[in-house]
């Protein structure tokens, strides 16, 4: 037999015995929801933007770049902005 | 071994069309088992892994001097170093599609690694389109470009033809897999941006995940442009490093989008604006990498570094119209979803300024695709094929570049959402008067130019920003922590604290020491052509060039003619450096090439080609560039490929104090 064929035979036993591996593991036994729409991961994500422009503000404003009329008013907006989403995130299950 | 790599690409080619049909499958069912997710995601690495037995089963080949295989025989031979028999495996189109597979599912492959961590509904659709660029390539390397033929000749040769002798250069090791890498690395945000529309997953998460492989990506490609151009400059013998081929816009044009979509990822990650625009931006970035693709393979265009022309042109049409007819479809699909959050504050924001540096980037992108199509489209509608040369694309391009480098010095100095005019007076103050100064300065010594003079000032426009902006962090710093605001120490926390920021701007310095360079070496070049016999010589500049003698030689590969030139100083004769150009003849490939001889130097480059010796070998005909500050243009790319790399490594984890106690004492213990 040409060493070709015992190397082809080898590398495709390999991944065969590597792809059916998983379909046998208990750990692998769970199912994944597609369809579902997850409004509270987009609650988190408006969250996570939120808190990084309260952080991008505070810092340019400490970096001279936003004067502190403009400063006082974008933090006011922010902080509500976060506190509403926070009480969505809240009435969602979420933390 | 031939027939181990042929088997390995093979199944390279099903496992992909698995990957693809399995993770579309999938990812349009309601839910999914995870074992198949898993096996996807196996599958998808098993891809690369079949690429890379069937690139080392066609190295073999070459390494061997196997010439039954009839692109090992086409584009190597036996005197050949055994370096040059391995970059020979990328030297023709065959071998360079198996590369290119190779590291496009190698992507797809490390992707898939670090996907334990990613959102489990993103998955499925993830993997599919992770294979559908390894898909389409394996499928064009496997039915039509396939390096694994067998030669159709009467007997066994018993040599080869030979590579190309311009492909005969070390940078030809590490110049194509450097930009190949980032071309493929390329088809990672597509596969992300697609997932997402597809899955329905259009939360920050594919732009968050995306981002850093957007980065090495983009620093290969950086690297692998500048690579080719001083490839260019050192092989080609014209005293350039680009000529506007349309190889080289080629590989320009994903650089030019993909970096315009880094910058309008930060404004959709912090304001939930420029969705949709993301969304094209990385489409027309990955289908520009296959348009690259199809250009340098399809004979429609002529370049020094376009392989023979073929008909696979099709194949690449075919599936550049899928990509943008499937994203568009996905686009409608989604509408809803990707409508922005918020619209632009005001004029003076960041976000604006990187809408505007989009655009400027976009514009660039665009006038450099139409000299590309130039030729094609004048044929189609005149019948004459005309072309655009360096003139155009300077005379469109230099204006657009400078704006863009103005907006680099504008950007980070202004903030978001909205910043007073009184700020924003106060940020560009000192870098507006310093690059008003420059300009005066550089008038004054007698550059009159527009261009150059605009260029110098916007350059030192740009680093006054970065300097500004640096101090003024450090004040806030001082401010915060109650440490002095200007120390060493100071300055490296700063940097570790905003390690993105500052890696941002030291790829804005490189820029800058890049335009600084292109600029003098465009703008102030001296070239010159003159014929000497032994024992003359020529001025040129502050320099002379005298003939000493000329050496012969024959070697393995190629015979030489070497002129032996004394670089003398013009102001006392005292010797600098003996110049060496060189002429070879390689006897098999029938080809004459000119090595040239270049001395590097801070202030400028001075770079001689030997044109030809008379028959009597008793004058040699020459040509010189002085090219100022040229060896800054590839300092300003290093310090740009660093930047990247600064910016793509991730962050070293922070491990509670508690926790590092505990670990400590675990490894005492």
Not at chain 1, 1 to 11: D, E, P, R, T
Not at chain 2, 52 to 72: E, I, M, P, W
Not at chain 2, 207 to 230: N, P, S
Request: charged fraction near 15%; charge should be positive.
């Amino acid at each position: 037999m040409s060493m070709w064929i015992v190397a082809a035979a080898a590398l495709s036993g390999v991944l065969a015995y590597l792809f059916v591996k998983p379909l046998f593991e208990p750990a692998l036994g769970g199912v994944v929801v597609l369809s579902e729409q997850d409004s509270l991961r987009s609650l988190l994500d408006t969250k996570e933007r939120l808190l990084r422009s309260l952080k991008d503000l505070e810092l340019d404003h400490s970096t001279g770049k936003v004067s502190d009329e403009d400063y006082q008013g974008a933090r006011r907006d922010l902080s509500l902005e976060v506190g509403r989403v926070l009480s969505e995130i809240q009435s969602h299950g979420g933390r | 071994m031939i027939e181990f790599g042929h088997f390995s690409l093979a199944l390279a080619w099903i496992l992909a069309l698995v990957g693809t049909v399995g993770g579309m499958a999938l990812g349009l069912s309601r839910q999914a088992r995870l074992s198949h997710v898993e096996v996807l995601r196996r599958v998808t690495v098993a891809v690369a892994a079949c690429l890379g037995c069937s690139l080392v089963g066609l190295g073999y080949a070459f390494v061997t001097n196997d010439y039954s295989v009839q692109y090992v025989w086409q584009y190597s031979n036996r005197d050949m170093p055994w370096i040059y028999k391995v970059t020979a495996i990328w030297g023709g189109m065959d071998g360079s599609m198996l590369l290119w597979c190779f590291l496009v599912a190698g992507f797809g492959a490390l992707v898939a690694r670090a996907s334990l961590s990613y959102p489990r509904p993103l998955l499925p659709f993830l993997f599919g389109f992770l294979n559908t660029s390894p898909l389409f390539f394996t499928t064009i390397t496997l039915f039509f470009t396939n390096p694994f033929r067998y030669l159709k000749a009467p007997m066994a040769m018993p040599d080869g033809n030979g590579l190309n002798p311009l492909l005969q250069n070390e940078y030809m090791a590490i110049h194509p897999p450097t930009l190949y890498l980032g071309f493929t690395g390329l088809a990672i945000p597509y596969a992300f941006c697609m997932a997402a529309l597809a899955s329905g997953q259009l939360s920050n998460d594919w732009v968050r995940l995306t981002r850093r492989w957007t980065l090495i990506a983009w620093t290969f490609l950086t690297a692998g442009i500048v690579l080719g151009g001083h490839w260019a400059y050192l092989e080609l013998g014209w005293g350039g490093f680009w000529a506007w081929d349309p190889v080289e816009n080629a590989s320009f044009l994903p650089w030019l989008t993909a970096t315009a979509f880094l910058h309008s990822f930060m404004v959709q990650e912090r304001k939930g604006m420029l969705k949709l625009w993301n969304i094209f931006l990385v489409t027309l970035t990955y289908a520009l990498t296959v348009f690259g693709t199809f250009l340098t393979r399809s004979g429609i265009v002529q370049s020094v570094h376009a392989f023979a022309s073929t008909d696979i042109g099709w194949t690449f049409l075919a599936y550049l119209a899928v990509i943008f007819i499937s994203a568009l479809g996905l686009v409608a699909l989604r509408r809803r979803e990707l409508a922005p959050e918020r619209a632009i504050a005001s004029v003076f924001s960041r976000e604006a300024v990187f809408l505007l540096n989009n655009l400027v980037l976009l514009s660039i992108c665009f006038a450099v695709l139409w000299g590309v199509m130039f030729p094609v489209f004048s044929e189609a509608f005149t019948g004459q094929k005309q072309t655009v040369g360096i003139p155009f694309f300077n005379a469109v391009n230099v204006p657009l570049f400078l704006a863009l480098v103005f907006l680099m010095g504008i950007g980070p100095g202004i903030a978001w959402r909205r910043a007073g005019l009184r700020q924003v007076a106060r940020s560009f103050a000192v870098p507006f008067v310093g690059a008003l100064l420059v300009a005066i300065a550089v008038t004054w010594s007698g550059i009159t130019e527009f261009y150059p003079v605009l260029a110098y000032a916007i350059s030192f426009f740009v680093v006054l920003s970065i300097l500004a902006e640096a101090q003024r962090g450090l004040a806030a710093q001082a401010g915060a922590t109650g440490s002095p605001a200007a120390s060493p120490r100071a300055a490296v926390a700063l940097f570790r604290r905003h390690r993105v920021k500052y890696g941002a701007h030291i790829i804005h310095f490189g820029v800058v020491v890049m335009t600084v360079a292109i600029t003098a070496s465009m703008a102030h070049k001296i070239e010159r052509e003159f014929t000497i016999a032994p024992g003359e010589t020529f001025m040129v500049g502050r320099f002379g060039l005298r003939l000493q003698e000329f050496h012969e030689e024959t070697l393995k590969n190629y015979e030489s003619v070497q002129a032996h030139v004394a670089l003398v100083s013009a102001k006392d004769g005292s010797l600098i450096e003996v110049l060496a150009p060189e002429l070879r003849f390689y006897p098999k490939n029938k080809e004459t090439t000119t090595e040239v001889a270049l001395r590097m130097g801070q202030r400028e480059d001075v770079y001689l080609v030997l044109a030809g010796v008379d028959e009597t070998g008793s004058k040699a005909s020459f040509k010189i560039f002085i090219n100022p500050l040229q060896v800054w243009l590839w300092y300003g790319a290093i310090i740009m490929v660093l930047g990247g790399i600064i910016v793509a490594v991730p962050a070293p984890r922070r491990v509670p104090a508690a926790q590092l106690g505990a670990s400590r004492v675990a490894e005492t213990a």
